[in-house]
T-cell receptor
Framework: DTGVSQDPRHKITKRGQNVTFRCDPI?????LYWYRQTLGQGPEFLTY????????KSRLLSDRFSAERPKGSFSTLEIQRTEQGDSAMYLC???????????FGAGSRLTVL | GESVGLHLPTLSVQEGDNSIINCAYS??????FIWYKQESGKGPQFIID?????DKRQGQRVTVLLNKTVKHLSLQIAATQPGDSAVYFC??????????????FGKGTHLIIQP
């Protein structure tokens, strides 16, 4: 197993465009998390899944953001009508159920021009 | 609740010296704390964790101290090496018994190792 994989690593887009990020968690981990990290700040929780069920969403997750994990394996995070304020690193993490330690991926960096 | 915060944004130490990185938290209900290390261009990497029923835990070259009275957490790194250069985050969780519903991170301390 190669850990948590995220794709793409970097995305540059124009304001108003839609972007989608993919996360492949560690295969035996049934919990998957999305975080956002802006420059100089710690990661901020966005949402998490237990298998295919989305169990919690942060108030940071506006209606332009949607996350899915249809088969309980990989997950996608889509941002519609991107704004410059969406520029950040989007981090994915996974863990087994009941574990407190999250394993993070390297992140997908989004730049909105 | 309030997010976890850190006292210093940057800490510079000589190679071989010991480092102490501090963290203050405000949520007295927090039950579990983790230190993560983040190198440039990478995701956070787990270093060490501690539950609120403990006041000290040791790992390899690292020690975490928890003072619940003043809501203070610290990470001690012994004999710092160039590879220790990174941003260090403390994170807290209200342990629900079902695992992490989401960690709350502080802003981070950038540790710089001087040769």
């Amino acid at each position: 197993d190669t850990g948590v994989s995220q794709d793409p690593r970097h995305k540059i887009t124009k304001r108003g465009q839609n972007v989608t990020f993919r996360c492949d968690p560690i295969s035996e981990h049934n919990r998957l998390y999305w975080y956002r990290q802006t420059l100089g700040q710690g990661p901020e929780f966005l949402t998490y899944f237990q298998n295919e069920a989305q169990l919690e969403k942060s108030r940071l997750l506006s209606d332009r953001f949607s996350a899915e994990r249809p088969k309980g394996s990989f997950s996608t995070l889509e941002i519609q009508r991107t704004e410059q304020g969406d520029s950040a690193m989007y981090l994915c993490a996974s863990s087994p159920t009941g574990a407190n330690v999250l394993t993070f991926g390297a992140g997908s960096r989004l730049t909105v021009l | 609740g309030e997010s976890v915060g850190l006292h210093l944004p940057t800490l510079s130490v000589q190679e071989g010296d010991n480092s102490i990185i501090n963290c203050a938290y405000s949520n007295s209900a927090s039950d579990y704390f983790i230190w993560y290390k983040q190198e440039s261009g990478k995701g956070p990497q787990f270093i060490i964790d501690i539950r609120s029923n403990m006041d000290k835990r040791q790992g390899q070259r690292v020690t975490v101290l928890l003072n619940k009275t003043v809501k203070h957490l610290s990470l001690q790194i012994a004999a710092t090496q160039p590879g220790d250069s990174a941003v260090y985050f403390c994170a807290e969780n209200i342990y629900s018994g079902g695992g992490a519903d989401g960690l709350t991170f502080g802003k981070g301390t950038h540790l710089i190792i001087q040769p």
